[in-house]
């Protein structure tokens, strides 16, 4: 039933009716697009496009296989949100910040990396694939990249070498996004009760909110925020727990208790995004609601297209057996190679954890524009002040 009435006001909301108010300023008119020169993203696995590769080991295929045909840094088969994201702002796909070679960072740059979290991991990468670029660093990376491409660029001989630069100018018009925290509660769910991560999530939620005045303070002014997914829904939550107990998962095979915990996020981190705004009187900040977005695909999978929200395209996964995608191991004596399903575009999980590049750009087509976010204005005009 909560799958089936948050689909109705997708519905709802996708009308055409609401987009029409949606693009209607205060006083009646339409708002202008922002013409965004540059994004900078901030992240974790959702929207990195190369950085944890760059860093540590990259990852192999079949990952980026279905659209750039090779592996192309990404925890998908091919694009990600944040991707679809620099297409409908007619921009470059982002390169990563940790990128050494062929990076062209004259529309903006990337500083997310897979297994980021918000607060400073206590853990190592190898340990549980917890990233040692947390969001604190990855604001760190970007005061100094803000710092450094200025004086390259004021450096620079020629046009070519001005091009793969950002303009020092950029970076007041550009958009700040934001996707993380989904890993500050998966580590939570690991190590905390939930009593004990509920009371941790105020210190989480405070810290992407000092990320925000950081980049405020160095002229940032707009910001696209998106909230944490469904994280119950993840598959990886039930590889080893193939009989659940009575009332562990909902109607659509979701963890309740981690979608709750997700769901309270959600509402402490709009509610913050709402103090920030008073904060920093200068700033648009826009809070998009990617979980009812993720949630409204998963609960209506079938409708859309879509197999089992539970099924798992990349990757050996048969019972208590598993090879990760792109893995090979010995399962009953044979060699099993976690290749790629035929149909990709059939499927919502990739890897278990990972969304595939088909779900999203259904996701994307839901949230860019404006009908699932706060203030309710479509990302092209996300430098508006509501």
Partial sequence: MVGMEIWKQLRLLSSGLFLALCVLGVSGGALPS?????????????????????????????????????PAGRDSDGRLIIDFIAEHLKLRYLSAYLNSLGTNYGHGANFATGGSTIRRPNETIFEYGISPFSLDMQTAQFLQFKARTADLFRQAKNPSDRSKLPNPQDFAKALYTFDIGQNDLSVGFR????????????????QLATAVRRIYEQ????????????IGCLPVNLFYNLNPAPGYVDEHGCVKGQNDMAIEFNRQLKDRVIKLRAELPQAAITYVDAYAAKYGLISNAKNEGFVDPMKVCCGYHVRYDHVWCGNKATVNGSLVYGASCGNPSSSISWDGVHYTQAANQWVANHILNGALSNPSIPITQACHRS
């Avoid at 540590?56 to 296989?65: L, Q, S």
């Fill in 34 to 70: 922002c013409s965004f020169p540059a994004i900078y993203n901030f992240g974790d696995s959702n929207s990195d496009t190369g950085g944890i590769s760059a860093a540590f080991e990259p990852i192999r295929a079949p990952y980026g296989e279905g659209f750039f045909r090779k």
């Fill in 191 to 206: 190590k905390l009760s939930f009593d004990q991560l509920r009371a941790e999530i105020p210190d989480i939620v405070n």
């Fill in 219 to 230: 002229g940032g002014r707009a910001f696209w925020i998106h909230n944490t997914g469904p």
